[in-house]
């Protein structure tokens, strides 16, 4: 088996870095996300391997927060697209674990899926590399299994594996996997160790039948009761690893301009407004029930598993305390003959 010393893990990043921009979850600023390597300052910023899950998750390497789509010639009534904005260079996300490595499937099911493909995001993804860091200690707010993922075989490119003191063991997984292992095989031993035991999880989650449930619970009134609380900040869809709406907006100057996209939240009023000047989703419950419709009963429907990989950041994000998991199992305990 391959493995790296804990001593050789920065080498690692600075040799991967040599080919690829590299993301690595890091502290920055009073958070902490995945940021690329090269633009770390070591006396400010920590490598953050250890976290479970850093507060923003690397969503953004594949769908940037804000990107350029393409510019744009005006002339009277028409327009021509000058030049799109395709970014095909080479990207490792480094450390990423198995809740955010679902999130990417979630990404790359909509994105190039059912006959329709993203260019923006089919660029990006065709040279992603994920090297993903399985997890044996699930955190407080963690229910991944909870939601059908398997916390130590992260979907990736590389797994590693922490096993304490003695190192990090290195799996590749794929062609690509390969290829990264042959790029810094310098760095790596071969060495038996042994990967640790998952222990158990604090938060348990039952979401087997909740897809099914829903169906019958569109105008129930649990979804008056569970959205009290919600302020429509947004910030869940934010921190969100699978969430991807986005806005279309345009700049111009004269006869020029270009057109940019930006994450959206449908937990907003604008989200759902219309042209004519109806929304049909007027207030916060129609809103709140949307998104969890939409995490635990739409996408399973079409995809085959929900929208939610159980990383928990919502329940740490949000600021009136609204928490997946207590919605999933007052879902449960409803009684839908009401
Ligand atoms: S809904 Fe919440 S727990 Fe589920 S993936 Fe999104 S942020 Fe994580
Ligand atoms: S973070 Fe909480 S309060 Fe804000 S929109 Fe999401 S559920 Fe509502």
Redesign the pocket.
Known sequence: MKIFTKDKLEMILDKLAQGAEVFVPMSRGNSSGFYSWKTRNPETERLMLDALNVYLSPKNVGFPQTEKMYSIIQSGQESDIKETFEDSSPRVIFGVRA?DAR?IRCLDDVFLTRGYEDSLYKARRENMAIIANACYSPGTNCFCAGMGVDPTEPEADVIIRDTGDSGYIWEAKTARGEQLTAGISELLEEKELKAPELKSFQTNVDYAGVAEKLKGMFDHPIWQDLSQACQNCGI?TY?????HCFDIQVKTWGDEGYRFRCWDSCMYTEYSAEAGGGNPRPSTKERFRNRFLH?LEFFTERYGYPL????????VACPTGIN?VKIIDQVKEANVDV
């Open positions: 809740c999130a869940c921190v969100c690893p699978s969430c995490k939610c990989t159980g990383c928990g950041r919502c329940i997946i």
